[in-house]
């Protein structure tokens, strides 16, 4: 009675096509990442063409007016909006913490009665996160149910996902600061401007997804004393 032989394992020859099966999930995974492409494209053609070219009026007025710190300009056009009334303080967020009220009033010495009145500078933050922990403090602070936001085009989108994070039943109404770039020329026909949107636009989608992961600190911790 011999003995039973061995199985003999099954290979595939050298050069011969993968299985029906392993094709079948090659294909799948190289559609799904064009697919991934595409929508990553597509959104991002759709940030960049939202972002304004051009200054529009504020619709009516608010509480507060907050400005994150960034471009020169933004600060500029915070204090003319607190001038023409438009809110009643206004928060600088993310001020150099060696920067003093008087270096900005000697800067816009115009304003000085605004800088000495109405005006807070806030040291602490470093990031648009940051600022909106900062202006979330502000805000509760001052008891204010509308804001306006200042700050760049480009920066916009990011920074009132989250502040709205911050601040979820505070009514916000952007303003967007146009810069030189986005106002002279096409953003996709200057390579330096394309990289910004493009970092930008990775940013707000990781803002994006975190606040919907992790939502509203201060409403939160707000329902949960109260429940």
């Not at 933004?74 to 008087?102: C, F, M, Q, W, Y």
């Not at 200042?150 to 967007?176: F, K, Q």
Request: aromatic residues 8%; charged residues 20%.
């Amino acid at each position: 009675m011999g003995l039973p032989q061995p199985e003999t394992e099954h290979r595939r020859p050298p050069g011969s096509p993968p299985p029906r099966r392993a094709r079948g999930w090659l294909r799948l995974i190289v559609f799904g990442g064009l697919l991934v492409v595409l929508i990553a494209s597509l959104g991002f053609v759709g940030f960049a063409n939202g972002i304004p070219r051009g200054e529009s009026p504020v619709a009516g007025a608010a509480d507060g007016i907050v400005a994150l710190t960034g471009a020169a300009s933004r600060i500029g056009d915070a204090v003319e909006l607190l001038a023409s009334k438009r809110g009643k303080r206004l928060l600088i967020s993310g001020v150099n913490p060696s920067t003093t009220t008087g270096e900005l009033t000697r800067a816009n010495p115009e304003f000085e009665r605004l800088f000495e009145c109405c005006i807070d500078l806030g040291h602490q933050a470093t990031n648009t996160i940051g600022n909106a922990v900062e202006a979330g403090r502000w805000a509760r602070e001052q008891k204010f149910r509308s804001l306006i936001v200042v700050t760049s085009g480009w920066h916009m989108p990011r920074a009132l996902i989250e502040i709205e994070n911050e601040l979820p039943e505070v009514r916000l109404i952007p303003y967007p600061v146009v810069s030189d770039r986005m106002r002279e020329d096409p953003w996709w026909s200057d390579g330096p401007t394309v990289r910004l949107l493009l970092i930008e636009y990775v940013k707000y989608i990781a803002s994006f997804v975190r606040v919907r992961l992790y939502p509203t600190r201060f409403a939160g911790s707000l329902r949960r004393s109260h429940s």
